[in-house]
């Protein structure tokens, strides 16, 4: 396989990392741009010394540094965690908009391949489930979460434009929850969440009655379905779902996550934030059937690993 490069905008995030180190081991030359607001620099620390590898700080919501010749780009770039995006809510806006435009603007001129990290969230709520890529979703525009919902929406609509109207060669993966070693203790989602405290004995926070659900995929099996997916056939523009149809309610993550610590703290009920999704579960018959992709890795082991790597991590710290 003749190697390539790569530019990994948010490279330096939770998935964005993992990505990069596939696509380094592949061969493969990457150039990760991150602005390292919610990624950080300890995340590539690894990959700083590798001959193929540079680190670009750079907010993708300005004009992109000039000369750049790249052969495939992956847009992972903006805070995916509901408290990070809607720390700085039109700034996540401007990074999903503005950051597609630029991006996309860079694939027209290189005439490079160009994969969308899209989301569940344009899903919204849902009133159906599994949900399948034509499904439409049912997101409130004006609530706490349309900045990133809304955002990835648009940048959906720029990807498939820019392939309507220039031709891009475009791939949209929508991303289910996924979790594994390298998510940040203080990520805000509920996987970290809840093993962090229960790896520190503090009681662990129940959103609402914990009986909305969600369906968690690895981090390995997702970068898997990224990369299949960007070396897919033209044809295969997507919007492909990715992620683990396996779905469960919180409170059975939260009991799952106490067995596996071995943690005896209590269960904080807290408020439901507004606009938290009852249901979420992907239909995966089209990654199945068009990339031959689906998840490998069962909640019980990932959640081990999940495990394993705070227990490092935190005592380190
Ligand atoms: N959640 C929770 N406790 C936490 C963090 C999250 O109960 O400490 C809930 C949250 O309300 C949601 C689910 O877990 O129903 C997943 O939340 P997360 O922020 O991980 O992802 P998203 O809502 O974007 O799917």
Not at 24 to 34: F, K, M, N, P, W
Not at 85 to 102: E, F, L, M, S
Not at 205 to 222: A, H, I
Request: aromatic content about 8%; glycine content about 8%.
């Amino acid at each position: 396989m003749a190697s390539k490069r790569i530019l990994v905008s948010g490279g330096a995030g939770f998935l964005g990392a993992h990505l990069c180190e596939r696509l380094l081991d592949s061969g493969h030359c990457v150039v990760c741009l991150d602005s390292l607001v919610t990624g950080s620099r300890a995340n590539v620390q690894p990959f700083l010394t590798h001959p193929n590898f540079a680190l670009v700080v750079h907010d993708i919501t300005q004009p992109l540094p000039a000369g750049m010749v790249i052969d495939e780009i992956y847009n992972l770039a903006c805070p995916a965690s509901p408290p990070h995006y809607q720390a700085d809510p039109v700034h996540t806006v401007k990074t999903c908009v503005y950051g597609a435009i630029h991006l996309l603007e860079l694939a027209q001129q290189c005439g490079a391949r160009i994969l969308q990290a899209s989301t569940s969230e344009v899903y919204g709520d849902p009133e159906v489930s599994p949900q399948a890529e034509e499904y439409w979703g049912h997101v409130n525009p004006v609530g706490l979460r349309a900045c990133y919902d809304e955002g990835k929406r648009c940048a959906e609509t720029l990807f498939f434009d820019f392939h309507r109207r220039h031709g891009v060669e475009i791939r949209v993966a929508r991303i289910f929850n996924t979790y594994g070693p390298r998510m940040q203790a203080d990520d805000g989602r509920v996987v970290s969440n809840f093993i962090v405290q229960a790896l520190r004995g503090e009681p662990i926070t129940v959103y609402g009655d914990g009986l909305q659900t969600r369906s968690f995929c690895y981090v390995d099996d997702l970068i898997e379905g990224l990369v299949a997916l960007m070396a897919g056939p033209s044809s295969v523009t997507g919007p492909v779902n990715l992620g683990n149809p396996a779905e469960i309610t919180i409170r059975e993550l939260a009991d799952r996550v106490l067995m596996l610590t071995g943690a005896s703290v209590t269960v904080d009920f807290r408020p439901l934030p507004q606009d938290d999704p009852r249901q979420r579960r992907p239909d995966i018959a089209r990654a199945r059937e068009l990339l031959g992709w689906a998840p490998s890795v069962p909640l019980s082991v990932g959640l081990e690993k999940t495990v394993a790597y705070f227990r490092q991590h935190l005592l380190a710290a």
